[in-house]
Nanobody, 114 residues
Framework: QVQLVESGGGLVQAGGSLRLSCAASGSIFSFRIMGWYRQAPGKQRELAAIIDSGGTRYSDSVKGRFTISRDNAKNTVYLQMNSLKPEDTNVYYC?????????WGQGTQVTVSS
């Protein structure tokens, strides 16, 4: 059984910063891919950023403002979000991939006020 626990969401003014964390625990010791997706009400879940052994990938909408990193020893992935905009308001979901299995966190709300 794998659990992903996200933290760090909240309310911030436009131009501000937040740092999301996602800690994985359970029966899997390492994940091939870890990352963050986000979803607004009534919209499809979309990629924000992912990280694997080959590097990082960002959506165009967050590139240059968000930075993803991971601590493999802690099985934790982070998302540093700077220069936040109201359109970044979403529920942010952590994802971890091991083999062909995907694991998702419960989501953390990020709200950016204008």
């Amino acid at each position: 059984q794998v659990q992903l626990v996200e933290s760090g969401g909240g309310l911030v003014q436009a131009g501000g910063s937040l740092r999301l964390s996602c800690a994985a625990s359970g029966s899997i010791f390492s994940f091939r891919i870890m990352g963050w997706y986000r979803q607004a009400p009534g919209k499809q879940r979309e990629l924000a950023a992912i990280i694997d052994s080959g590097g990082t990938r960002y959506s165009d909408s967050v590139k240059g403002r968000f930075t993803i990193s991971r601590d493999n020893a802690k099985n934790t992935v982070y998302l540093q979000m700077n220069s936040l905009k109201p359109e970044d308001t979403n529920v942010y979901y952590c994802v971890a991939v091991a083999g062909t299995a995907e694991y998702w966190g419960q989501g953390t709300q990020v709200t950016v006020s204008s």
